[in-house]
């Protein structure tokens, strides 16, 4: 194992130690429990929204603390899901007073503990909506799911309901939105290569020089079909076919194309990828809209992509086009 690191056991305090030096002016960190709050949290009379996982993926969710995105975020041990009393706190931290959504990627470990600490919040007077995140069409089930997989669909939920908060929209709309970009988002992923966890000091599993795994969850859980090598094209029509045959996106719709990067692909793979996805949907009369590319949701260092399409309708653009500042994601400010 090579990586920047001193102990593995102090990897995720060191680098939360390192994300609150860095962006101190947008976030605030604590560490008995970890969180990771809005600087100017709570603000009275916003919908709070709250996320989180394990850590590995960053910049979600951390990075994507702060104005027009969420008010906190949970992170968990490497691959980890957090724990309850982190959940409770960070909603605490940032309730406002118009309730708290809690935005659950579907693994199994999230939704037991978000849902705990929701009944825990609820108990105390804090209005909690939770919206699950199930976006990936690779596998019905997995090692860490029952159901479909929470997977790049997370980013632009979280955007797109963190402007709808920030315009102080009340509980539910701003989760029925939620539900809305859920509802209309697929994503599938593949690797290259496997990805090393520090505490474990070896690979999450073996892949050969010659091959590749179609349909991996982001903590590198196997996908769909395993197979040999091919080129970009055959790589993004087999990937593309399956996100636009699963909703299904059809002629005329209007599409966020999100291309992202797993820890280890350079960007202009990825923009080698987003010009093959162009194409593929251009030959299917579906329109690119909005795009996003670059690496957003992680697997530590793990070579591989995935491709998200959002259905969009003039509301949903506009809140994805509203401002944002984060340190992992910001424009128009």
Not at 90 to 114: E, Q, R
Not at 211 to 235: C, N, Q, V
Not at 304 to 330: F, H, M, Q, Y
Request: proline share 5%; charged share 25%.
């Amino acid at each position: 194992m090579k990586k920047l690191i001193n102990d593995p056991a102090d990897v995720v305090r060191e680098a939360l130690q390192g994300m609150e030096a860095a962006h101190s002016d947008l976030i605030k960190v604590t560490y008995d429990p970890y969180t990771i709050v809005r600087k100017d949290a709570p603000v009275q009379g916003k919908v709070a929204l709250v996320s989180g996982g394990g850590s590995g993926h960053e910049p979600m969710h951390g990075g994507f603390v702060g104005m027009g995105m969420l008010d906190a975020a949970c992170p968990g041990e490497v691959f980890t899901s957090p724990t309850p009393d982190q959940m409770e706190a960070a909603t605490k931290a940032v309730d406002g007073g118009a309730g708290v959504i809690h935005i659950v990627k579907n693994y199994t470990g999230d939704v037991m503990n978000f849902e705990m600490a929701a009944d825990l919040c609820r108990a105390e007077g804090t209005e909690v909506e939770s919206v699950l995140v199930d976006d990936d069409v690779a596998v019905q089930d997995s090692l860490y799911t029952a159901g479909r997989r929470g997977v790049g669909a997370t980013v632009l939920l979280e955007k797109i309901a963190g402007a709808a908060a920030e315009e102080k929209r009340p509980l539910k709309e701003v989760a029925d939105i939620c539900r809305e970009v859920n509802a209309n988002a697929r994503t599938m992923g593949m690797a290259l290569t496997s990805c090393t966890v520090p505490a474990a000091g070896k690979p999450t599993f073996e892949l050969g020089d010659d091959e590749m795994e179609i349909g991996i969850g982001i903590h590198g859980e196997p996908g769909r079909e395993r197979m040999k090598l091919k080129p970009a094209h055959d790589i993004v029509e087999q990937m593309a076919t399956a996100v636009a045959e699963d909703l299904p996106f059809s002629s005329g719709d209007n599409v966020l194309a999100f291309v992202n990067g797993m820890g280890g692909t350079p960007l202009i793979e990825l923009y080698l990828v987003f010009n093959e996805l162009n194409a593929f949907l251009k030959g299917k009369g579906v329109t690119i809209t909005r795009i996003l590319v670059g690496s957003y949701i992680t697997s530590l260092e793990m070579a591989g992509c995935s491709i998200t399409l959002l259905k969009l309708n003039d509301e949903l653009t506009k809140l994805w086009d509203a401002p944002v500042k984060t340190p992992g994601l910001r424009w128009g400010v």
